[in-house]
């Protein structure tokens, strides 16, 4: 049975690789926010496997944005199965001794309230669906911190406890999962690490490589379809979080 799947921030990189692995026989959902064209390629590739398309455009770092995502869903979807809260972004790296309220605001905003809202307002559609089910993106970051990017490894904890908090509260209706990506090659990376710093991930990594965005959307193929998972988050990092 074709399954209604909304994906944030599927313009590009984790997002994008998990709508087209998503796509065939499915109805995806494709949120963005600034990349349209890349959402449209996107869009492409969804349907070239099968899959039907719909884009939606919203910033979600506004609880405006996130309602109006919501209203441009229901104007199609009567149902939704999946929801995947995959938009987010470091945005900026900061020292802790020259916090600014304002970065603090804006890094929580996209990571954490987003998806809290999101959520909130897709329930009363994920109860209509088929074996529901949400997948949060959350990080490495928040196994452990990262100098410079305390913030946004402080807002994927708060996604990752809110992770296991819904899942009891939403149980045994909706299921809900996290994965947590170590580094993983997207645009992600493009104004807020420099290629040494790639480079030196990599070779901290048991496994020598950084990840590819089908590493994670794979993962998340996997925690949407299998019906005993609940209130994880699955690590998925070539071992650089090993203890
Ligand atoms: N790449 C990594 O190494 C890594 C590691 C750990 C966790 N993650 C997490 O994985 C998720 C996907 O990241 P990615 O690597 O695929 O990065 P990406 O390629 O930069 O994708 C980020 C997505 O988020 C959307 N987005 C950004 N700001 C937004 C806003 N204000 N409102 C709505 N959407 C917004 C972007 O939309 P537009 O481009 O259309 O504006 C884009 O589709 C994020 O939550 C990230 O924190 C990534």
Known sequence: MSKNILITGASTGIGAETAVCLAPGNHIYLHFNNSKQAAE???EKVKSKGGKATLLQADLSQEAGCRKLYAELTKTADKLDVLVNNAGGLIKRQ???EYQWSLMEDIFSLNTFSAMMVTSLCIPLLEKGTDPNIVNLSSIAMRHGGPTATIYAASKSALDSFTRGIAKELAPAIRVNAVAPGVIITPFHDNVSTPEQIKAWSEATPLKKNGTPMHIAST????????FITGETIDVNGGLSMR
């Open 41 to 43: 390629k996107t869009a």
């Open 95 to 97: 020292a802790v001794r």
């Open 220 to 227: 998340i193929k996997f925690l949407i379809e299998n019906d």
